[in-house]
Antibody, heavy 121, light 107 residues
Framework: QVQLVQSGTEVKKPGASVTVSCKAS????????IHWVRQAPGQGLEWMGI????????SYAQKFQGRVTTTRDTSTSTVYIELSSLTSEDTALYYC??????????????WGQGTLVSVSS | DIQMTQSPSTLSASVGDRVTITCRAS??????LAWYQQKPGKAPNLLIY???GLQSGVPSRFSGSASVTEFTLTISSLQPDDFATYYC?????????FGQGTKLEIK
């Protein structure tokens, strides 16, 4: 069965960077895009970006341009997101999610358990 | 970016009611719209893709429809398990923006 297992809780200080990992299993890793979505406490869902594990191409929401990077390691079927210059407004639950289908234009279907990133001085 | 405007923000209803949630796109997204259900402490669950496609395993009381830039999620007869927050998301072009959510509460 499809599983996405994310890394654990992170506590960071303002200005720092954080990297969250997402290890995929149960399907062909390079066949489906991976989305990153975050949710601040008590707030809605916010789409951050996407990566095509086949060739590593990415796209990000403009809000995060310049301080977000998503990469993948096909040898371990793992995707990473790094967010830099953290502020308290980056405190949120970060989800990775696999696309419904194997081509462009598919919404997230399978979700990781979420990784809490807390930013506080 | 395509803006998604969801209404209402909160909806109070009773078991057995028929309810409708609306999502409006700021520009054409054809049928590229998904609906999610999210319960507290859980990841979102895909209900509907491409405006009206029922995801496998989702009860048939859930349905989606589209009219130009306006999309609706309908629950034909509310069950106790349906009280949750619902989100729409356009998946036509990046960034795949979400609506702000609709919290469905027990009346």
């Amino acid at each position: 069965q499809v599983q996405l297992v994310q890394s654990g809780t992170e506590v960071k200080k303002p200005g720092a960077s954080v990297t969250v990992s997402c290890k995929a299993s149960g399907y062909t890793f390079t066949a489906y895009y991976i989305h990153w979505v975050r949710q601040a406490p008590g707030q809605g869902l916010e789409w951050m970006g996407i990566i095509n594990p086949k060739d590593g191409t990415t796209s990000y929401a403009q809000k995060f341009q310049g301080r977000v990077t998503t990469t993948r390691d096909t040898s371990t079927s793992t995707v990473y997101i790094e967010l830099s210059s953290l502020t308290s407004e980056d405190t949120a639950l970060y989800y990775c999610a696999r696309s419904w289908g194997g081509s462009f234009g598919n919404p997230p279907l399978y979700w990781g358990q979420g990784t809490l990133v807390s930013v506080s001085s | 970016d395509i803006q998604m405007t969801q209404s209402p923000s909160t909806l109070s209803a009773s078991v057995g009611d028929r309810v409708t949630i609306t999502c409006r796109a700021s520009q054409s997204i054809d049928m590229w719209l998904a609906w999610y259900q999210q319960k507290p402490g859980k990841a979102p669950n895909l209900l509907i893709y491409r405006a009206s496609g029922l995801q496998s395993g989702v009860p048939s009381r859930f349905s989606g429809s589209a009219s130009v830039t306006e999309f609706t999620l309908t629950i034909s007869s509310l069950q106790p398990d349906d009280f949750a927050t619902y989100y729409c998301q356009q998946h036509k072009s990046y960034p795949y923006t979400f609506g702000q959510g609709t919290k469905l509460e027990i009346k």
